[in-house]
């Protein structure tokens, strides 16, 4: 018993962070929690059955804790529906009465909100509200004694606004595996981000989000159901839960802080391989659309790194999940915060045409390259620039040349009379063999160090993931070694290994011939 309680340490103070003002709260309460569960004397036949009592013994004292916290302001609303429609603010003597009913009718839900405006403000007839919302007279009454019972009660009640009401944090939505980015919509939606890290790690109703992120339920609901749809968020008896893994600042900095030497290690092994063999790389001989020591040495890292990644990723035999309608991969949050010890931004994928020459794109925020994704955004693109490598233009179409102009306005394509380049790396089929041949130590190594800091990654993680999550944790935490790449990079950046990319220029993109 006393096992499972320390295991449980951290999972239950991350739910006590996100429901009080400040640490010292958080602490406060979690002792509270612990103390209840050492009364007990239970013996639990699973961790499953330990961890269904703990969440109800903290939902229990965060009640109590909350109640006692809170003063109560009398109000009082009349809960008799009188026989002819008065508007409702004509019923409330206090200008303070009138601002606390505003606050509840921005948290009821759509069927009862639409019930009172109509009936209240609107002064419509019982009946008439029966038809324009396509229910039953005696509903329409009974949904209007409801909502004249859930104002009352709100209104005698001091809501405290969570910290995510005026401290809202942001969250990268990131995918891995064969699908397109589906989530374009939701990268600047704080609303969304705050609705996900708000059900991480309990359920909630739609007025309790409303109360926690500060935002009425009116302006909640498009999002609420575009979350469903999209199977980031899932709906259960009224209460929403969040349905993918996030990688929380708390897990973030312990892993951090916990890995150090792993990302030293790596950074270290680049590093040395670069001074040394710098010559051996250059007589590979491939053709490169930069100059200078710095964008090879970038060049050659980050292929180093990325094929580290595929070698560790090849040993764990991965199959992508088909949780997400449609949708083959896996799908986590990052949460961004400005204490991290270095930009997490990363974007990349490669993609082929028909012959399998394949185009490399990565970008890192910590680098500062340009990103190239508007080239792979269709196939159409992707398939001129791979023409164009194989010097491949004579049978380019005029909608080719379109697109071809643009490319050299974006930087991506130098025009030499009629002669068309590009300004990123190409190798050959037979460069690409010799370049991995050359590097395969180097990558072998990676890979092991990397196995080593995802072991302790997924340890952490679980620990910061809420019940209903931490299978799921446990079977993709190695989703998290794009941080032991991104930051290598910034490693040797700080070592002189790197010095920043200038813009247009394209180290990190390349392309593979066949």
Same mark, same amino acid.
């Given at each position: ?198 059900? #991480? ?6 007025? $309790?989000? @409303?109360? +926690?992120? /500060?935002?009425?339920?009116? !302006?909640?609901?498009? &999002? ?117 010890? #270095? ?6 994928? $490669?993609? @082929?045409? +028909?012959? /399998?020459?394949?185009?490399? !794109?990565?970008?890192? &925020? ?149």
């Amino acid at each position: 018993m006393n096992e499972l309680i320390t295991n449980a340490a951290k999972t239950i103070f991350s739910y006590c962070r996100t429901r009080t003002n400040s640490k010292e709260e958080a602490e406060d309460l979690s002792q509270d929690i612990f103390v209840e569960l050492l009364k007990t004397k239970g013996n639990f036949d699973s961790e499953k059955a330990f961890y269904g009592f703990m969440w109800a013994v903290a939902g229990n004292v965060y009640a109590a804790w909350y109640k006692k916290r809170n003063k109560t302001i009398n109000s009082e609303l009349d809960e008799n529906i009188p026989d002819n429609s008065i508007p409702l603010v004509e019923m409330l003597e206090k200008e303070s009465d009138l601002r606390l009913l505003y606050r509840e009718l921005g948290l009821l839900t759509e069927q009862y909100r639409q019930v009172v405006i109509q009936y209240y403000f609107n002064e419509r007839k019982v009946s008439d509200i029966s038809k324009s919302m396509n229910i039953s007279e005696s509903m329409v009454k009974f949904l209007l004694f409801k909502t004249r019972k859930k104002l009352k009660e709100g209104m005698n009640m001091k809501r405290t606004k969570g910290d995510l009401s005026f401290n809202p944090r942001r969250m990268e939505l990131g995918i891995l595996g064969k699908s397109d980015y589906p989530f374009w919509d939701l990268r600047d939606s704080l609303i969304a981000q705050n609705i996900l890290l708000a059900c #991480y790690n309990d359920r909630c109703t739609a007025e $309790e989000i @409303s109360i +926690e992120i /500060g935002v009425a339920v009116p !302006y909640l609901e498009k &999002e609420l159901s575009k979350l469903c749809e999209k199977g980031l968020l899932a709906q259960k008896g009224g209460k929403y839960e969040t349905n993918i893994v996030i990688f929380t600042k708390e897990f973030l900095e312990e892993a951090d802080e916990k890995t150090v030497q792993n990302r030293n290690n790596v950074a270290e092994i680049i590093s040395k391989f670069l001074g040394e063999h710098l010559g051996d790389i250059k007589s590979v001989g491939f053709h490169t659309g930069f100059l200078g020591d710095n964008m090879l040495k970038w060049q050659i890292a980050t292929i180093m790194l990325m094929q580290g990644y595929k070698k560790y990723e090849k040993s764990l035999n991965i199959v992508p999940p088909t949780k997400y309608p449609g949708i083959e991969g896996f799908f986590w949050g990052m949460e961004c915060y400005d204490q991290s010890l #270095y930009p997490r931004g990363y974007g990349g994928a $490669e993609k @082929s045409n +028909e012959n /399998g020459d394949c185009f490399n !794109y990565h970008v890192f &925020e910590v680098s500062g390259a340009t990103d190239v994704f508007y080239l792979i955004e269709n196939q159409t693109r992707t398939n001129i620039v791979l023409d164009i490598a194989k010097g491949k233009t004579a049978d380019l179409s005029e909608n080719d040349m379109s697109e071809v102009a643009e490319f050299i306005k974006r930087g991506f394509v130098r025009k030499t009379g009629d002669e068309l380049s590009l300004k990123f790396p190409v190798y050959t089929s037979e460069q690409h063999k010799e370049l991995l041949s050359l590097t395969d130590d180097i990558t072998t190594a990676i890979a092991e160090e990397t196995r080593e800091f995802i072991k302790t990654a997924t340890d952490i993680l679980i620990q910061h993931t809420p019940v209903s999550m931490k299978k799921e944790a446990e079977s993709m935490a190695w989703v998290n070694m794009f941080d032991i790449i991104i930051a290598s990079l910034k490693i040797m950046m700080d070592n002189g290994t790197l010095q920043q990319i200038p813009e247009n220029i394209y180290p990190t993109t390349w392309i593979w011939q066949c």
